[in-house]
């Protein structure tokens, strides 16, 4: 890639990582992802903004060829993808000073190993000169690490928020120019990553709205010269307000767990309720995460495995309780040879999901005519729940 202006004197040095479909070890990216440093240069300093990732450390330093003086090296995020190549920036621009939060400082020193005389500690609202631009510094915290900030260049109405909006998309566009392509990679991002600090993430938008911005400049994925749309998408994600739809994961070993959920979801269908499906065999975990921002109700079924819940089912459970999904409701349905502890193994995995419970239905072997009766119970009360609920919209 090449350094690309998006701004009078603020270039964009992205690093594209087309082939990479997996982050820290769990995160699928099907679509890959970039990692997005910043160059911005005023009239008597110049600052580079986050950095990028070191598989990719050549992609950097190649585009800065040329810039003999950097001053300042802003970390918004201790993550490696982003501070990783900090310390060969540091070897290229050895004037150059660190500025980060006071947090950051410790996380750079124990994470990346940055000498202690590099850095200079910027509070929240501080402002440091680069002449005719200004670099604001506003902590965002827990978007999505405790030492996170975002840096605000008022001159320029440009916020570069790190990974708070951001996109895992590989992309050779500098901009958002397909909206419904990025608000999908955006919203799984969210869904992965950002969904957990759902409390956080209230607060600092409104910390951020008296800001004059009309360009976010996150550092994964495309800029956005609308900042409306992402933001916007942001509020309706964090809002209490859910959909009328099911999330409904599943694993079966002989079938009768399916006929169950396929009962169940015919159901539900028949009573105006939105399902989606998601067989644990194959299913992108990414792509249940993303069901769940939405979701009014998670329902998982399985079969047992020797008395306990079936391993795929135990790692969805565990994967959604970590995300801290904003379901109202939820059941547990499945089937089981001999004896089941399924329910409460499974009950006990989510307690970060704070969700009213509809019902639990346990077959041993094959569904009955009682189990479907049962199913169309559990159909009635999800649909019932979801029709007086308010926040289901």
Same mark, same amino acid.
């Given at each position: 890639?090449?350094?690309?202006?998006?701004?009078?004197?603020?270039?964009?040095?992205?690093?594209?990582?087309?082939?990479?479909?997996?982050?820290?070890?769990?995160?699928?990216?099907?679509?890959?992802?970039?990692?997005?440093?910043?160059?911005?240069?005023?009239?008597?300093?110049?600052?580079?903004?986050?950095?990028?990732?070191?598989?990719?450390?050549?992609?950097?330093?190649?585009?800065?060829?040329?810039?003999?003086?950097?001053?300042?090296?802003?970390?918004?995020?201790?993550?490696?993808?982003?501070?990783?190549?900090?310390?060969?920036?540091?070897?290229?621009?050895?004037?150059?000073?660190?500025?980060?939060?006071?947090?950051?400082?410790?996380?750079? *020193? $124990?994470?990346?190993?940055?000498?202690?005389?590099?850095?200079?500690? /910027? +509070?929240? %609202?501080?402002? #440091?000169?680069?002449? !005719?631009?200004?670099?604001?510094?506003?902590?965002?915290?827990?978007?999505?690490?405790?030492?996170?900030?975002?840096?605000?260049?008022?001159?320029?109405?440009?916020?570069?928020?790190?990974?708070?909006?951001?996109?895992?998309?590989?992309?050779?566009?500098?901009?958002?120019?397909?909206?419904?392509?990025?608000?999908?990679?955006?919203?799984?991002?969210?869904?992965?990553?950002?969904?957990?600090?759902?409390?956080?993430?209230?607060?600092?938008?409104?910390?951020?709205?008296?800001?004059?911005?009309?360009?976010?400049?996150?550092?994964?994925?495309?800029?956005?010269?609308?900042?409306?749309?992402?933001?916007?998408?942001?509020?309706?994600?964090?809002?209490?307000?859910?959909?009328?739809?099911?999330?409904?994961?599943?694993?079966?070993?002989?079938? *009768? $767990?399916?006929?169950?959920?396929?009962?169940?979801?015919?159901?539900? /269908? +028949?009573? %105006?309720?939105? #399902?989606?499906?998601? !067989?644990?065999?194959?299913?992108?975990?990414?792509?249940?995460?993303?069901?769940?921002?939405?979701?009014?109700?998670?329902?998982?079924?399985?079969?047992?495995?020797?008395?306990?819940?079936?391993?795929?089912?135990?790692?969805?459970?565990?994967?959604?309780?970590?995300?801290?999904?904003?379901?109202?409701?939820?059941?547990?349905?499945?089937?089981?040879?001999?004896?089941?502890?399924?329910?409460?193994?499974?009950?006990?995995?989510?307690?970060?999901?704070?969700?009213?419970?509809?019902?639990?239905?346990?077959?041993?072997?094959?569904?009955?005519?009682?189990?479907?009766?049962?199913?169309?119970?559990?159909?009635?009360?999800?649909?019932?729940?979801?029709?007086?609920?308010?926040?289901?919209?």
């Amino acid at each position: 890639m090449i350094a690309r202006e998006i701004k009078p004197g603020i270039q964009l040095i992205a690093s594209v990582h087309w082939e990479r479909r997996l982050f820290d070890s769990l995160i699928p990216l099907p679509e890959g992802t970039s990692y997005n440093a910043y160059l911005v240069k005023g009239s008597e300093a110049t600052a580079i903004i986050d950095a990028t990732d070191p598989e990719l450390s050549n992609d950097l330093m190649s585009q800065l060829e040329g810039v003999e003086k950097i001053d300042y090296i802003v970390s918004n995020h201790t993550e490696q993808d982003h501070s990783g190549v900090i310390p060969e920036l540091i070897e290229k621009y050895p004037e150059a000073q660190i500025l980060c939060s006071a947090k950051a400082q410790e996380m750079l *020193s $124990t994470h990346i190993g940055l000498p202690e005389e590099r850095f200079r500690v /910027v +509070k929240d %609202g501080e402002t #440091v000169s680069l002449g !005719d631009k200004t670099l604001r510094f506003v902590y965002t915290p827990w978007v999505h690490w405790p030492e996170t900030m975002s840096t605000f260049v008022p001159e320029s109405k440009i916020l570069f928020s790190c990974d708070f909006f951001g996109s895992h998309l590989a992309t050779s566009d500098t901009f958002v120019t397909d909206k419904a392509e990025t608000f999908r990679a955006a919203k799984r991002y969210y869904a992965e990553i950002m969904m957990p600090f759902r409390a956080a993430i209230i607060n600092n938008i409104k910390k951020l709205e008296p800001l004059d911005f009309d360009m976010i400049a996150p550092s994964h994925g495309p800029v956005h010269q609308d900042p409306g749309f992402i933001l916007e998408a942001y509020r309706k994600w964090i809002s209490p307000q859910v959909a009328n739809e099911v999330c409904l994961p599943y694993i079966t070993m002989h079938g *009768s $767990t399916k006929l169950m959920v396929d009962h169940l979801v015919d159901a539900l /269908v +028949k009573r %105006g309720v939105k #399902v989606h499906v998601f !067989d644990l065999n194959v299913t992108d975990i990414g792509d249940l995460a993303m069901s769940l921002v939405d979701a009014a109700t998670l329902i998982a079924a399985a079969p047992t495995v020797h008395v306990n819940a079936h391993p795929k089912l135990v790692y969805a459970a565990y994967v959604a309780n970590m995300i801290r999904p904003k379901v109202k409701y939820a059941a547990i349905i499945g089937s089981y040879g001999w004896a089941t502890k399924q329910v409460e193994q499974i009950a006990g995995l989510i307690p970060n999901i704070k969700a009213e419970v509809l019902g639990s239905i346990m077959q041993k072997g094959l569904p009955t005519a009682e189990t479907f009766a049962q199913l169309d119970a559990l159909a009635d009360a999800v649909a019932k729940a979801h029709a007086e609920d308010p926040d289901v919209v």
